[in-house]
C-alpha cells in the first residue's frame, strides 16, 4: 500500500497563495488516482480536487475552481495543489489520497474511492 506524506501548509492572510505537496513511496505512483480533500473543524472531510494517474482528467470541487489546480509529477512520484487568492473558508486540514480506481466526478469526489491517506498539512487563512 502506498504512504502519503503532505507538506507546504502554513498560516497565511487571505488573497495569499500555498502550494501543497504529497510524497508518495511503496507503490507505482502513476498507477494511482490522486486526491486532495479538506476537513474543517466539527465538519466533514471534503473533496477538494482529484487527477487521474495520466493526469488526463482533473475534477474540482465548486468552492476551489478557478482558484486551486492540482497537477502531479509521476517522476518525483509527488503529486501538488496550488491554491491561489485564499479564503479564509479554505483553513483546514488539508489530506492527500490515493485510490487504483478511476470514474466520474462522483465517484472520484467520494471519500470512499480513496484507499491510502497521508496525516494532514494545516492551511489557516486570516482574515
Known amino acids: 500500500q502506498v504512504q502519503l506524506v503532505e507538506s507546504g501548509g502554513g498560516l497565511v492572510q487571505a488573497g495569499d497563495s500555498l502550494r501543497l505537496s504529497c510524497a508518495a513511496s511503496g507503490g507505482t505512483f502513476s498507477s494511482y488516482s490522486m486526491g486532495w480533500f479538506r476537513q474543517a473543524p466539527g465538519k466533514e472531510r471534503d473533496f477538494v480536487a482529484a487527477i487521474f494517474g495520466s493526469g488526463g482528467s482533473i475534477y474540482y470541487a465548486d468552492g476551489v475552481k478557478g482558484r486551486f489546480t492540482i497537477s502531479r509529477d509521476n517522476a518525483k512520484s509527488k503529486v501538488y495543489l496550488q491554491m491561489n487568492n485564499l479564503k479564509p473558508e479554505d483553513t483546514a486540514v488539508y489530506y492527500c489520497?490515493?485510490?487504483?480506481?478511476?470514474?466520474?466526478?462522483?465517484?472520484?469526489?467520494?471519500?470512499?474511492?480513496?484507499?491510502?491517506w497521508g496525516q494532514g498539512t494545516q492551511v489557516t487563512v486570516s482574515s
Open positions: 489520497a490515493a485510490t487504483h480506481r478511476w470514474g466520474t466526478r462522483s465517484t472520484m469526489g467520494s471519500r470512499e474511492t480513496f484507499d491510502s
